[in-house]
């Protein structure tokens, strides 16, 4: 008797777990649904390659805006924020995905481990074609809207016009970007919100410390 209470006992617990991983699964795949949307048709996607995956011939792509913006061009910034999913490939494109692969697998103690992919910008064509199983039958790489060290672009400026083909430091992206960090003020300059960039320990002001600051924050 005491063997088939025990034995009642271990069957109910893997029931247990088993369903708490079904249920973990189906929230997983709702919550996947609810921040994609639905792909049951043909759905262009812009992303960063991040991984591919030579055995089930997928690729895991970053989603962020516009693609994928990194202020700095850091690889960090490439494959941190955003949205991250995974793909499958047909033959085509997974012939294209594998060029912006790494070169190579190398050991931990190889001179040199390339990072898992070129983080290229790619704007793909994906359909769901069962829960889950997302397939790419179509990719191509678009125009790259990364900056770099010492010539950033943020997403306010991938927003503005003044901003097209410079970097934040040059003279007409500045002014636009400027333009973004002013608060309305009256003809006689007496209404502005905010006359400072930074404030210091003691309340004290201090304006005039980033190149985009508002004109009028110069003179604190």
């Known amino acids: 008797m005491m063997f088939q209470k025990q034995g009642a006992a271990i069957l ?3 029931a247990l777990v088993a369903g ?7 929230i997983e795949s ?14 262009t996607i812009q992303g960063r390659v991040i991984i591919l995956d030579p055995y089930d011939e997928a690729v895991w792509i970053n989603t962020a805006v516009y693609g994928g913006n990194a202020e700095s061009g850091l690889y960090w910034q490439k494959v941190h924020p955003g949205k991250t999913l995974k793909f ?4 085509s494109a997974w012939q294209e995905l594998k060029k912006m692969g790494r ?6 103690a190889a001179k040199e481990v390339p990072p898992g992919s070129t983080t290229d910008l790619i704007e793909f064509v994906a359909t769901e074609t069962e829960q889950n199983h997302r397939v790419i039958s179509s990719v191509k ?13 943020s997403i306010s400026a991938l927003r503005l016009k003044e901003c097209a083909g410079k970097n934040e430091f040059e003279a007409g ?15 006689d300059g007496s209404n502005v919100g905010m006359q400072y960039d930074v404030m210091l320990p003691g309340g004290k002001t201090v304006g005039g410390l980033i190149h985009s600051t508002a004109q009028y924050n110069h003179a604190h």
């Open 30 to 43: 709702f919550q996947e649904r609810f921040e994609w949307g639905d792909m049951s048709k043909p759905t």
């Open 12 to 14: 109910a617990a893997v």
């Open 103 to 108: 070169p190579h697998a190398g050991p931990a």
């Open 141 to 153: 790489k678009i125009p790259e809207v990364s900056g770099s060290v010492g010539k950033p672009l």
């Open 173 to 187: 992206c500045a002014k636009g970007m400027a333009a973004l960090n002013s608060s309305p003020v009256t003809p």
């Open 20 to 26: 708490l991983a079904s249920t973990a699964s189906a």
């Open 88 to 91: 499958y490939a047909d033959k």
